[in-house]
């Protein structure tokens, strides 16, 4: 691997540590009940590993079949999964019933954005790790020939 490959990881890495010392790590961990980001960013890591560790070794010429590219699409996949279920978390506290006074809207706006921050997070968090794995195959791929 060359010194280019580890220096635009060592970028992505220190962008990570700075989103982490600003508080914006904790605050996808602490707004993602469903902890789907944590599992996103597992997934993220296998797809690393087995990327790393050769992808002649996990990918099937017979079938084209790559672990790494599968896990790369999951990635997506998880955090559009997250979308919907902080929707549902979030819809799930509107009672139009109640809605006719403050004291009854208050916890119904709370959910609503307890479930909004899940959707959010969880999706740019998907977005993200499956982008930058994307960027780790196709290095591997380009430089993988020469």
Not at 22 to 40: A, K
Not at 86 to 111: E, H, K, W, Y
Request: glycine content about 10%; charged content about 15%.
């Amino acid at each position: 691997m060359s010194v280019r490959f580890w220096l635009a990881q060592s970028v992505g890495l220190a962008g990570l540590f700075v989103f982490w010392r600003l508080g914006y790590v904790n605050l996808v961990l602490e707004s993602d009940q469903t902890y789907l980001s944590v599992v996103i960013f597992c997934m993220f890591l296998i797809g690393c590993g087995f990327t790393w560790w050769g992808k002649r070794i996990v990918h099937d010429e017979a079938t084209g079949f790559d672990k790494a590219d599968w896990l790369r699409r999951r990635l997506v996949s998880f955090g559009f999964i997250g979308t919907m279920l902080g929707f549902i978390i979030a819809l799930s506290g509107v009672n139009a019933d109640s809605a006719n006074s403050i004291d009854a809207i208050r916890p119904m706006v709370t959910q609503l954005i307890s479930g909004m921050g899940v959707a959010l997070f969880t999706t740019l968090v998907g977005l993200i790790t499956s982008e930058w794995l994307g960027f780790i195959i196709e290095w591997f791929d380009i430089h993988e020939s020469e």
